[in-house]
């Protein structure tokens, strides 16, 4: 009885890892304009239709690639982006796009910085901000436009201990980002 | 497990069909457990909305709002409530009141007021939802029937602002306040906030007037149903109220105080930074509309001329960038050490190829404000002024 036991303790734990390395993995994140390397340890959350991964879980930090049409506008402000805009005027249109998510509270700039993503002109916003569970956040983002297409690349943990914790492996990736000819 | 199970109940007790129970207006406050709960609760809400950073801090304008309310409560037939009006730096129209007589006024309605009159209305409407104990009496009528609260969370979502804000307090709190009343207490609120303001002095066709500006602002700019004027009962129907109101007890009685001047002297900065979160959120119409207002008493200030320019600018429109030019071009004559104008100026000759034109514009501006939070973006701007001036 007790040796049955172990035995189906032991086929259980086999089958959930299993199926947990299977819902850990890389597998199913959508095609996209982009190549990036992703550091070992990232796995895409499968409930998320995006170009998210994350370690520890998506609430804890993850890390989201995006491209969008330039002429569609944002959610909160419905601002457009246009061809040929400058990225101090790209990244005030982002910031103001954050700032007006009434999902978030005490959003705070502490940098904003041009930067060069895969060689295009683009920024760099580093911000703060409180979900509605009171949880600090800290966001590094990244965006340029080139052609018709946004990009954007953001890096966004726990303040208190996970975001310091990981930020080398957003900067693994960010360097590995090239976009692929279509 | 009753107190979560009470707690859930307060959480969805909005804007229920249930007729109220009869509670008299001055039956003691805070008397019961439930209405201490609800106290409790609000008083949680509030801390996040104080900490939340969307307060606008302007404490001369806060002792005016509630020196107004405090006229409003000499004749008011309530209980003792201490009335606390704060203001959030929000541009949607909005306004809500906690049970415990502490009132939130989004910056935008304040915006579009035109006179103290107006104000009164307004607070004399929120100040009833206290007084009269609406969240208290909500909550008797629906207590015992939680067959409401699919209907209610329904009616919610409806009020697309409130609804956000309820969101997010929602973790914390009760939804007390922000996610409104039912349609039986704004009609109240509007019947007995109209006795108030007319009883304190004010005339009351500056409610009408208050209900019709908005609602025109409603309809042309296709805003988001304000709580204020909400869905429960209609803007419209409210309007229709209000005129049956004013045409037959108020009949002749079409004087009283408006104060239209002190109450715009006293808004006159909310109004600018109102439109500020207007041009934020893509609201170009009526960001344009609160800074020419503002510009009609203040002409000379050079912060509005760079905020009009800003407002054409980022518009884009045919025609926008002589309009953006000339009221940069403005606000440089007001204030020649205005970094912001120069910057702005820059920028264009920038994006026109202009770059000699730009130079002159970006050095300036760097001149002005050495440390700029975005100095990063003009120097890389200003040295390809320079190489490109260079190059030719």
Known sequence: MKKLLLLLISLVLIFGCAASANKRSLNALPKSDFSVEIPAGWWKPQYVNKYLITKDGPFLQYVLIQQRPIDHPFKNTKKKLRKRMLPLESARIIIDEIASDRNIANFNVIENTPAIIDGHAGFKILFTYMDKKGSVFKTLYYGFISDNTFFSLRYNAATRHYYE?????????????????? | MKNVAFIITVCFMVAACAAPPPITVDEALTAGKEETLLWRLALEEQQVINSSGWLYRNAELETYLNAVAAKLK????SPDISFDIKIINDP????????????YVHTGVLARMENEAQLAALLAHEMTHCTHRHSLRVLKSIKDRPGYMAAVQKSIEKVAMAQELAQFLGVNGSRTAVTGYTREFETEADRVGLDLMAQAGYDPRQALNLFEHLRQEIEIEGVKEPFFFGTHPSVQQRIE????????????????LINSEIFRSRLDELVLDNARLDLRIGRFYIAQSSVEKYLRRNPDDAGAHYLLGEIFRQQGRQDDTEKAIKQYKKAIVLDPSFPAPHKAMGL?????????????????????????????????????????????
Not at chain 2, 374 to 392: F, H, P, R
Request: aromatic share 12%.
């Open chain 1, 165 to 182: 914790k990981d930020i080398a492996d957003f900067q693994q990736i960010l360097n590995s980002f090239k976009l692929v000819e279509g």
């Open chain 2, 74 to 77: 000499t004749v008011a037939d």
């Open chain 2, 92 to 103: 949607h129209l909005n306004a809500f009141a906690f049970p415990n007589g502490v009132i």
């Open chain 2, 241 to 256: 109220n209000a005129s049956l109101w004013l045409a037959t007890e108020y009949s002749g009685k079409d004087t009283g």
């Open chain 2, 348 to 392: 264009m000759h920038y994006e026109e190829g202009e770059r000699r034109l730009a130079q002159k514009f970006f050095e300036t501006c760097l001149l002005l404000s050495p440390n700029a939070p975005d100095k990063a973006y003009i120097q890389g701007y200003l040295e390809k002024c320079i190489n490109t001036g260079k190059e030719s």
